[in-house]
């Protein structure tokens, strides 16, 4: 195995020291199913409202990983090891019944562990996140999102940790690569919402200092 050849092979080291501690496997399958499609769902949605540039180039990277991703697992397809028969625990599966109503097991790929778009995409929303702004919380919010899937997606058996690796490398290199279109003026179509709340703002101000005066 490769990762036993690179020194590497900690799944079941780390799923272990993870049962140890009070409610970590909870927390990890909670990370696991809802800082995936929920977080970046939300954050897509924030970013072609407010950030649509950001949002292209965001697009543009999920969109070459997933193509790239669908290749390799076709021609290399790899099982998680939760189902590799190596002594871990399917703790998803087993203690979250509700990533089954987000993801029927009928839509998922059993031998699409490598490399972890979980792990990627998420990457790529964190790094959309910090570029969309300037917001301390908010930044730092992204970081953790990101670094909790990285550990979650190991703890809850779904990836090894080359998986990982592969996902953030595929990903984080195509973020720094890839860009928005240049588009049109006047051809974005959330920018009519932009507008109207803008102009909600400023009529408001507006009555509230002619109210003053």
Do not use: C
């Not at 998420?122 to 909790?148: C, D």
């Amino acid at each position: 195995m490769l990762e036993r050849s690179l020194g590497i092979d900690w799944e079941v080291p780390v799923q272990r020291a993870a049962f140890e501690v009070p409610l970590l496997p909870t927390v990890a399958n909670w990370v696991y199913i809802y800082g995936h499609w929920p977080f970046i769902i939300s954050a897509l949605i924030w970013l072609v409202i407010w950030h649509r540039p950001v949002f292209l180039r965001a697009r543009n990277a999920m969109l070459i990983s997933g193509a790239v991703g669908i290749v390799v697992f076709a021609t290399f397809p790899v099982l998680p090891p939760r189902l590799a028969g190596i002594g871990l625990v399917d703790t998803v599966t087993q203690r979250s019944n509700s990533y089954r109503v987000l993801q029927p097991t009928g839509f998922t790929d059993e031998y699409a562990a490598m490399p972890s778009l979980h792990a990627g995409w998420t990457l790529i929303v964190s790094l959309a996140l910090i570029a969309a702004t300037r917001n301390v919380l908010l930044r730092v919010f992204a970081v953790a999102v990101t670094l909790s899937m990285d550990l979650a997606v190991v703890v809850t058996a779904n990836h090894y940790i080359l998986d990982v690796v592969a996902g953030l490398a595929l990903t984080g290199a195509l973020w720094f690569v890839v860009g928005p279109k240049p588009g049109r003026p006047g051809r974005d179509p959330a920018a009519w919402v932009r507008r109207a709340v803008r102009g909600r703002r400023r009529r408001g101000s507006g009555r509230g200092g002619a109210a003053v005066g």
